[in-house]
């Protein structure tokens, strides 16, 4: 089983070692840092008080959390426990003191008392709890931490707890609902909802055709009858009479208890079955073996895409087919089906319910399809591809267990209850839409689907049965009705309970890291105790720790109860669903429209399943969620900014609600209720969006070798400001830095699930840009600004900039070759305002966006309604204008930023033509004194110039080591003058007594004879032999397993080897 | 989706020779208004239909006033082409054009596909420089050499088109890194990339 973890685990690609070196704290086993493995001392001492807390039926002020930690951290982690109820005015009661007592946010988690992973099973009060499905439990003890002070969360989470009162709109609805919104997906970001629902149209008529016995539940309008045809397919021995009535009323909670979703499913075992590095003889293989409707995804070599390879029944003739997996832009899609999905688990879901092109609908192997919990889905996954040829994928026992019957159509009750299940990851419940037309705040746990309005209008009709939730309870704790401007963070980590995410989200600095449940685990007795260091190690301890889970939860096997039980049921993955929850409320309602669309809670949860996030960032991403892609967009890089979200919120919905209503006619009510369901499309999260935030997660979580890699390079550039000797350098570096980066992202497995699976390929390395930018540019930003300014006022060039500046703009445009309408004073405010909107900017790209519209701008002037067209003869002295009359000396740092950080490949569009404008536009000024003189540039300007777009191409297309392979460092030291560092192109066989020729000649040595190339190493100077090849000795400092830091010194023999290079007094400086 | 390959393409020439124009003809000529327009003049593309692959051609155009010449390199870097432009009925516009070849072929990328295009053909009854002696010098550097009419559209089509399969035999060859096939795939991504990140703000303003 550790058999799959460790390959994938954490390769270090060659590329990376060389990163390493460059770190001077390399990832490397802290014991600060990772005490006793994941959890911390507090994840620990909370532990410790966990056994208490889970026998408490409520949360009370002694098992909330404590620390003041942000909101969004603590909501994402945050349990819910809907104690379930027989009468709704008990669970009011109940509910209310729950509020009482400041226990906030929740998850909606339901346990049922069968559930292996709760830990009421270990903990005393267990047996008090375990009489009644009502009885109210505290499934985890951590979920105490939840609470928080935040009302407007807590109302958001709160009113999660209302839609799960009701048995509610029917599987059918669910699962069309998801196909729709699936479809949705693709076509949001294009903004057209209307051909949405027309490529999707007839899907749902085949699909209702498929749900016949669904709908006519629905039809009658009876709730009990929609319950109990649940309940049929429950799983056998899990099914009580109690729960059952109790459902009618109250949610059928019970009856879908361990339930998981397919896409849960789907999510935790996918080492399962995407096998991208898969040959077809090797999927061919293991599905021959399999029954008909197994399925795998695996790369073909062939078509160069992914493909789906479906068994077939004999019938059939072949054996099996392979469905070539379509990937545009954004979405995913099966050759020849309109139906797109944002992403690959979501595609594979919707292939499991409907069969669409395939000749039936796909099929989850035995063993994954009846485990129960996400421990036994983790267990599973552990296998990886040894699974199918394990005892686990063995046929069932007996004949096809109810929930999973064979019919060939793939349609039938069972695929009904999946279709609940496939939102409520985590055994949500369905509702009628009357309750959730209610629940406005909630809407989260399903999805109406607007097709379906004539099942929902029957219920809006007879009036609504507000859920009492709705109206403060009797403890006025509650406050449904002011919308909570946004949603708690997604806690997606259910989707991931893999061990892997979990880890990452608990150590690092992050302040939720407490919180999490498996670190607590992990503080456990029983668990690995020692430091942990990061990669290869903790993913074992994390493996072992899932592992242990697995079977305290899978079995209820263990006889030793108390904290290893504990252990398991917290440390479950299982632990992490209810984290799902508060996810779901996340999107923001639009505060307005009374009744939220229910769906997009719902939506929500299955689009950001797909995603781990519990940092507190993932507040603000949810915030910015709603603003769409073009927003966004613009945006994202000040995406900190609050509030915005809110109103932008209410757009969406209301432009998609005159589409729809123009393509169906619906009567009134129903159109009022398409426009709450078109409330989900404001939640669309793009898959990007949510990789990006995943990958900045990811990146703030020492635990993992990533970020490990990026936190320790950035408190590395933080702490050592001397560790560059020009401005370029270090921006050089930044970028090598986040390139290769970039490069181990793409091909280690940190990412789960892999980043293959959510975004279509030729857009990941855009996706992985835009995290780089997020996790390494957004936390150095300033420090990069201020070191920027100290190289350039420390060089003087900030100097010539002002003095020059101030001469060029005293001469008349026509001085400077302008003789096209320049901009007035109002458009010069106007585009200084765009400029400090540039500087207060992170990425790049976004920089380059605003100047573009500088340029724009600009371009309106001059053009003044002529329709003259512009080229650069005309536009470059404009621009040079322009940009004296804006006096902005920090432009000049932003262009270097820009220059130097772009992405290499967009270098050559219309970014970088600008881009390159601007800065020759600088140069100009700068130089406009010496070019008085000379009417020319210097030529050291031209070198400038030249080394920068060199050095930009060459790392242009193949961002590896290897690109760098062919230069050389090599600092200068002299007396006096400190250090100065020039990068050569050295090649490997190049010896060192040709790199000192070199060096003599770039340094302008006067005397080469007297200088040799040292290598600086642990502190100590070695000088190297004149027939040693320094690029080799680079290589193998490179390859070792400890990073080291190493310089090439080109220096005078004579001065002291230890380092004291200063003494020559005489010596005159040679240039640098 | 079909594969795209970008072509950067610089222009260079005396201020005043139609550089812009001649960009401005190419691109607008067929004007095909789902994509979305560039800013501005000084820089365009044109995304041409070939085979089973899309050219899209990024043009970079110069300012060709003499105090600009020192930035030429930074736009003339990477390119697979120069465009070099003279005004036929200016002599010394032609001289500048050597000197642009002179540059290029001493500091310009390795490979560079050099096209001479002598603008302003409608005008050949003022012409100063003759065909002969464009054609002699474009065959002694090896460089293709047409002459265009940006007012009357001659000639423009043929100059781009005249590029592109050399641009493409040299791309063939190792060690040419300016569009590799390894780059390919990455190419591939860059529309979306513009789209995306440089395009709208151009769209909005």
């Known amino acids: 089983m550790l058999a799959r973890n460790r390959p994938r685990g954490r390769r270090v690609p060659a590329c990376l070692r060389g990163l390493q070196l460059g770190l001077q704290r390399a990832p490397s086993p802290d014991p600060n840092r990772v005490p006793g493995g994941v959890g911390g001392p ?51 009661g109940r509910r209310g003191s729950l509020w009482e007592r400041g226990a906030r946010a929740f998850v909606l988690k339901q346990e049922r008392q069968e559930s292996p992973r709760t830990e009421l099973r270990s903990s005393p009060g267990q047996g008090a709890q375990k009489t009644g499905a009502a009885a109210p439990r505290r499934v985890r003890g951590r979920s105490s931490q939840v609470c928080s002070g935040l009302d407007k969360l807590s109302d958001r989470s709160f009113s999660w707890l209302q839609p799960r009162e009701s048995p ?49 539940s629905l039809e009658n309008g009876l709730e009990h009858a929609e319950t109990h045809s649940m309940v049929r397919h429950k799983d056998d021995g899990y099914s009580e009479e109690e729960d059952v009535k109790a459902c009618a009323r109250d949610s059928g909670y019970d009856s879908l208890s361990n339930r998981l979703s397919i896409l849960d499913r789907l999510l935790h075992t996918h080492p399962i079955w995407l096998q991208l590095s898969l040959s077809e003889e090797e999927a061919a293989e293991i599905l021959q073996a399999q029954p008909p409707g197994i399925f795998l995804v695996h790369k073909s070599t062939k078509m160069q895409k992914k493909v789906l390879s479906l068994r077939l029944p004999c019938e059939f003739g072949a054996p099996l087919k392979e469905f070539a997996i379509k990937e545009s832009t954004y979405t995913f899609s099966l050759e020849g089906s309109g139906i797109s999905f ?43 591809l040894n699974f199918w040829s394990s005892p686990a994928d063995s046929k069932p026992p007996n004949p096809p267990p109810p929930h999973r019957p064979l019919s060939p159509d793939g349609v039938c009750p069972a695929s009904l209850r999946q279709l609940c299940l496939i939102n409520g990851v985590h055994s949500i419940k369905t509702r009628t839409p009357s309750e959730l037309e209610c629940s406005q705040t909630n809407g989260a746990l399903c999805f109406i689907n607007p097709l379906f309005l004539k099942v929902h209008s029957q219920d809006l009709s007879g009036g609504l049965k507000r859920p009492s939730t709705r109206t403060p309870n009797a403890n006025g704790t509650e406050r449904p009705l002011s919308p909570p401007p946004r949603p708690p963070p997604p806690a997606i980590n259910s989707l991931h309970t893999s061990p892997r995410l979990a880890r990452t989200e608990t150590q690092t600095s992050m302040p939720e890291t407490v919180n999490h449940n498996k670190h607590g685990n992990v503080a456990l007795p029983g668990t690995k105790p020692t430091p942990i260091p990061p990669p290869r190690l903790k993913k074992q301890a994390s493996f072992l720790e899932a592992e242990g889970a697995a079977k305290t939860s899978s079995g209820g096997g263990r006889p030793g109860a108390g904290p290893e039980l504990e252990l398991g049921a917290a440390g479950s993955p299982g632990g992490a669903p209810p984290e799902a929850a508060p996810g779901d409320c996340t999107s923001a309602p639009p505060p307005s429209s009374e009744s939220r669309p229910p769906c997009h809670g719902g939506r929500q949860r299955l689009s950001d399943m797909s995603i781990s996030t519990s940092s507190s960032d993932s507040l603000e991403f949810d915030r910015s969620m709603p603003l769409f892609g073009y927003e966004a967009d613009t945006n994202s890089s000040l995406e900190d900014y609050e509030g915005e979200s809110d109103q932008e919120t209410m757009a969406p919905p209301i432009k998609s609600k005159k589409k729809r209503s123009s393509s169906f006619v619906l009567p009134k009510l129903v159109k009022s209720q398409l426009q709450k369901v078109s409330g989900v499309f404001s939640s669309f999260m793009t898959p990007e969006k949510r990789m990006v935030r995943r990958i900045a997660e990811l990146s703030r979580d020492k635990c993992t070798y990533f970020g490990c890699l990026v936190q320790d390079y950035v408190s590395f550039l933080q702490e050592n400001k001397e560790c560059h000797v020009s401005s370029t350098d270090m921006l050089q570096t930044i970028r090598q830095f986040m390139t290769q980066v970039k490069n181990y992202l793409s091909q280690s497995s940190e990412l789960d699930p892999p980043i ?33 300014k100290d190289f350039h006022m420390a060089d003087g060039s900030w100097k010539q900039l002002k003095e020059n500046l101030q001469l060029v703009r005293q001469r008349n445009p026509q001085e400077l070759g302008v003789f096209a309408p320049t901009p007035d004073f109002v458009d010069v405010e106007k585009i200084k305002v765009k400029f400090m909107t540039m500087q207060k900017m992170y990425s790049p790209e976004k920089k380059v966006m605003l100047l573009l519209r500088v340029c724009k701008l600009i371009y309106t002037v001059m053009e003044n309604n002529s329709g003259r067209m512009y080229g650069a003869d005309d536009f470059l002295p404009v621009l040079t204008y322009v940009i004296a009359q804006c006096d902005m000396l920090e432009l000049d740092t932003e262009i270097e930023y820009m220059m130097e950080l772009l992405d290499p490949s967009l270098l050559h569009g219309e970014g970088g033509y600008y881009l390159t404008s601007a800065y020759g536009a600088l140069s100009l000024i700068k130089n406009f004194q010496e070019e008085q003189a000379a009417r020319l540039l210097s030529s050291e300007t031209r070198d400038t110039l030249r080394q920068w777009h060199k050095r930009r191409t060459t790392n242009r297309t193949i961002p590896s080591v290897d690109d760098f ?11 006096n003058s400190g250090c100065t560092g020039k990068t050569l192109l050295v090649k490997p066989y190049i010896t060192t007594e040709d790199v000192c020729q070199i060096c003599a000649e770039k340094f302008k040595v006067g005397d080469p004879e007297e200088y040799s190339l040292f290598l600086f190493v642990d502190e100590t100077w070695q000088q190297l032999a004149e027939d040693t090849y320094p690029q080799k000795i680079k290589a193998e400092l490179h390859s070792r397993p400890q990073p080291h830091i190493f310089h090439f010194v080109y220096k005078r023999i004579k001065n002291d080897p230890y380092g004291v290079i200063f003494q020559n007094r005489e010596e005159d400086l040679t240039t640098s | 989706m079909m594969a795209i390959r970008e072509l950067k393409v610089c222009l260079l020439g005396d201020t005043g020779v139609g550089k812009s124009s001649i960009v401005c003809r190419f691109v607008q000529d067929h004007f095909d208004h789902n994509i979305s327009p560039t800013i501005g003049a000084s820089f365009m593309t044109k995304t041409v239909p070939c085979g089973n692959e899309l050219h899209k051609f990024l043009i970079w155009d110069t300012a060709g006033q003499e105090r600009f010449h020192s930035l030429a390199p930074m736009y003339y870097r990477g390119s697979a082409a120069a465009v070099i432009v003279y005004d036929i009925t200016k002599q010394d516009s032609f001289y500048t054009l050597k000197k642009w070849v002179k540059e290029l072929k001493e500091h310009g990328p390795e490979n560079i596909v050099m096209a001479i295009a002598g603008n302003k053909c409608d005008l050949s009854d003022i012409r100063e420089v003759p065909l002969k002696d464009a054609k002699e010098y474009a065959e002694s550097i090896g460089a293709i050499v047409v002459e265009t009419s940006a007012k009357n559209a001659i000639n423009i089509e043929e100059l781009f088109q005249g590029i592109r399969p050399v641009v493409l035999t040299v791309c063939q060859l190792p060690g040419n890194s300016l569009i590799s096939t390894s780059a390919a795939s990455q190419l591939m991504a860059l529309p979306a990339h513009l789209s995306a990140a440089v395009r709208p703000p151009a769209q909005q303003i």
């Open chain 1, 42 to 92: 507090r994840a620990r001492e909370a532990e410790a008080k966990q056994p208490a807390q889970a026998s408490r039926a409520y949360p009370t002020p002694e098992n909330l959390p404590r620390d003041p930690e942000p909101q969004p951290a603590r909501a994402s982690r945050v349990r819910l426990f809907q104690p379930p109820r027989r009468t709704p005015g008990s669970a009011v």
């Open chain 1, 168 to 216: 509610a709109c029917s599987g059918a609805s669910l699962g069309e609902m998801s196909a729709w919104t699936m479809g949705a997906r693709s076509l949001d970001k294009r903004g057209s909802f209307f051909k949405l629902i027309d490529t999707i149209a007839s899907e749902i008529g085949e699909l209702k055709q498929e749900m016949v016995r669904t709908d006519v």
């Open chain 1, 342 to 384: 944002a992403d690959l688990f979501r595609l594979i879901a919707f292939y499991c319910i409907s069969r669409d092109v395939l000749p039936f609908t796909l099929k989850l192997p035995y063993a994954i399809s009846t485990a129960k919990s996400e421990a036994q889905l983790e267990e599973l996954a552990q296998m990886g």
């Open chain 1, 756 to 788: 293959e699976s959510l975004i279509p390929e030729d857009q990941i390395d855009v996706v992985l840009e835009k995290a780089m930018h997020k996790c390494i540019l957004k936390p150095l930003k300033g420090h990069v600004e201020a070191m920027l």
């Open chain 1, 965 to 975: 392979q062919n230069y050389l460092r090599v600092a200068f030291q002299e007396v």
